[in-house]
């Protein structure tokens, strides 16, 4: 630490002006001069000392902008407070409404009052239900502490209940340290609707760490109130447990029972009226010690010299200008020359520069082409050379102003690629939007004058909720197409049993070519009748006829829906039921042959064989569509062997089963290796399908860890 030095040494480079401007000054003094002497007059030497007032006063000007300072002073940095951890039960038993508006929502709000009143303390964030998270840690950022707060809900924990002692164990493992024993509270907002008791566990773990507590009750002591839960369609029911409505109570025992045994320990009860946290707090920790925090830092100030060299600057311009009056020139405030200077030194030099990125490291390069790449509209390539800046750069090599720059150009990144994928890819575009917001709230944090960052918080939330809504208005379309897709299925099932039925009803003649059939006893059909059960079979096949047309015409109307919701340039060559409505038309085909079959008793046998073939046809159908061919075939006729028999010896149905089962294939030609395609995965899409199946993987272990829990609020 020296005892002069400047503060602002860059602006020294000014000097190298100071020759430019002596030649200038002197070239017009001499262009005056030859003009003067033209014109017959005589030029005074006192012009030379009005220039060289007006270099020195350009070179006090350029001094005082590099800040000259003497006797140097240090100064520590601290400041004197306590460490405060808010603990904030979650538990469902909090959205009672004994308290307006909710047990939670009071509890937020008097946090939020006690933020107002803190000055010096460090805060911390933890919620708890059947297990705790740490929202935020010890910081100074009360406004984080705000935004973290309002994002406290039952769904930020893994699984529900109430386990106080889960969060006082994450408090000892992750807040609580050594350095700071003796100067650090718990403030625990519950209804005290405790699961289990750890009373002494808790009072235990508090006393080791020296650890104040204090407890504050929120609820009715007496009629309680019940649960009120809203599920994501936006109905509201009232929690029940064994078919008994659960009605929730402030537990005053345990929570007395808890501040007896922890050493300095207090319970105040809130009930359901509004409550002053902050002056809680003040009245528990009023004859508590305090340290400092961070006294470690210091910084350095100067005795400032810039500005009697200004005043001496000043007082030399105004004597050059005083002169310039002496000999009868035109009145001005400054000289020319000196109006000219005073410009370019305050075009150059109004505020201090900024630090900058060390030349060495090579950061400002790195930096420097990646803007230039996200403004060519290359931002995966941009984003990748911040990411490497951001993981490579060591702790302390640039400014938080500076980090906080970098991270909002990586938001704008994730930004431009979410934008790109909006429209193919809902999803991945949700997750690039989210991680864009959680780059401009980095860049908040790091640096709050940054303006850009906060006036793309809010449109970056609104496309967030926007994305989310047509995420869900698609997994509903999903859904009701599937839902057709069923009821196709449904009427597919119907009229194939209608069908059979049909076929079992008509009676076949004796096949008097076979002599293994020739002596079996066979229904025989009165004449007299017979006219009247043609035209009663044949009514009933052409009813069963236009069911299947109206089946068919439900399912090309379904594939053009489901074929809309494929790529564009996809729709031209993609059918999505192209084989089911195929298949379909063949057998409304074969109902049609068999409702005119159906007209002559002589023509009842084929017309049974093409009613089998409208069967497996249909058959066909519901395999492609249900891909449960092994309990829907059983639903056919096969179990009459009589009409089996029927079936293999007419010429007509080996014609029939023969069509339908062309293209299957034997067993050792489909059973050949065939190649394997060529992936079409990118990195990227990899990398996603995996934080899909770890979030995936995160909630079914919260939930089998919730299934052992046997009260869930």
């Known amino acids: 630490m020296t005892f002069f030095t400047f503060q602002n040494p860059s602006m020294l480079l000014l000097l190298a002006l100071l020759l430019p401007i002596a030649w200038l000054l002197r070239r017009a003094r001499h262009r005056r001069k030859s003009v003067i002497e033209a014109m017959g007059g005589d030029l005074s030497q006192r012009s030379i000392w009005r220039d060289r007032l007006c270099l020195a006063a350009t070179l006090l000007l350029i001094l005082a902008l590099a800040r000259p300072g003497m006797s140097p002073q240090r100064h520590s940095v601290s400041k004197s407070g306590r460490d405060v951890v808010f603990v904030l039960d979650v538990s469902q038993s909090m959205l009672a409404e004994d308290a307006y508006p909710s047990r939670l929502d009071a509890a937020k709000d008097a946090i939020r009052d006690a933020l107002d009143h803190l000055h010096s303390e460090r805060v911390a964030l933890v919620v708890y239900a059947g297990s705790a998270n740490i929202l935020c840690p010890l910081t100074f950022d009360y406004d984080f502490v705000r935004y973290v707060l309002d994002q406290a809900t039952p769904r930020t924990v893994d699984f529900g209940g109430t386990t106080l002692l889960s969060a006082t164990e994450k408090c000892a493992d992750s807040i609580f340290t050594e350095q700071r024993k003796g100067m650090q509270d718990l403030i625990v907002l519950t209804d005290g609707e405790e699961h289990g008791s750890h009373s002494q566990r808790i009072a235990k773990l508090l006393n080791d760490h020296a650890t104040g507590l204090l407890l504050v009750g929120i609820g009715d002591t007496t009629a309680g109130s019940r649960i009120p839960i809203t599920d994501d369609e936006g109905v509201t029911e009232y929690l029940k447990h064994d078919g008994q409505f659960v009605t929730t109570r402030l537990n005053e025992s345990g929570l007395r029972e808890l501040a007896r045994l922890a050493s300095g320990a207090t319970y105040v009860s809130a009930g359901t009226s509004a409550f002053d946290l902050a002056g809680l707090y003040w009245q528990y920790a009023s004859e508590k010690p305090i340290s400092d925090v961070g006294g470690t830092d210091t910084y350095v100030t100067y005795r400032e010299l810039g500005f009697p060299l200004m005043g001496l600057a000043l007082a030399m311009l105004l004597m050059a200008q005083w002169k310039r009056r002496l000999h009868g020139r035109k009145r001005t405030r400054l000289t020319a020359q000196a109006n000219a200077t005073l410009f370019f030194i305050a075009a150059g030099g109004i505020a201090p520069t900024s630090p900058v990125l060390a030349e060495e490291t090579g950061i400002a390069a790195q930096f420097a082409e990646a803007v230039e790449l996200q403004t060519a509209g290359r931002t995966a390539d941009a984003l990748e050379i911040y990411d490497a800046i951001e993981s490579g750069m060591v702790a302390g090599e640039i400014s938080a102003p500076q980090t906080a720059v970098l991270r909002f150009n990586q938001g704008l990144c994730y930004l431009d690629l979410a934008a790109a994928d909006a429209d193919a890819e809902p999803r991945a575009a949700l997750s690039g939007a989210e991680q864009a917001q959680m780059c401009f709230l980095d860049a908040c944090r790091m640096s ?16 967030i909720t926007e994305l989310h809504q047509r995420i869900e208005q698609e997994d509903q379309r999903q859904q009701e197409l599937q839902q057709q897709l069923q009821n196709l299925i449904d009427l597919l099932r119907e009229l194939q049993q209608k069908q059979a039925k049909l076929r079992q009803d008509v009676p076949d003649r004796p096949n008097s070519q076979n002599p293994r059939r020739r002596n079996q006893a066979s ?14 079979f044949s009514q009933q096949q052409r009813q069963l006829h236009q069911e299947g047309v109206a089946i068919e015409a439900a399912m090309q109307t379904l594939d053009q829906t489901m074929t809309q919701s494929v790529t564009p340039e996809d729709t031209q060559s993609l059918s999505v039921l192209e084989e089911p409505v195929h298949l379909m038309k ?48 059983d639903e056919g006729d096969w179990d009459d062997e009589e009409s089996y028999e029927d079936m293999m010896e007419s010429s007509e149905s080996d014609e029939a089963m023969m069509s339908s089962m062309q293209g299957e294939g034997d067993f050792a030609s489909g059973g050949e290796m065939q190649p394997l395609p060529v992936p079409n995965y990118s990195v990227d899409d990899i990398l996603m399908q995996e934080q899909g199946s770890l979030q995936f993987r995160q909630q079914q272990r919260a939930k089998s860890n919730q299934g052992k829990v046997e009260k869930d609020w």
């Open 523 to 536: 229904p025989q059909v009165e004449p007299e009748t017979a006219t009247a059960d043609a035209k009663k």
């Open 448 to 463: 709050p004058d940054l303006a850009r960052a906060r006036m793309r918080l809010d449109p970056t939330a609104n496309w």
């Open 586 to 633: 063949q057998a409304i085909t074969a109902q049609e042959m068999a409702a005119e079959k159906l007209q002559q008793w002589s023509g009842w046998p084929g017309a049974r064989d093409q009613q089998q073939i409208a069967i497996r046809k249909i058959q066909e159908i519901l395999d492609l569509l249900a891909n449960d061919s092994s309990e829907d075939s």
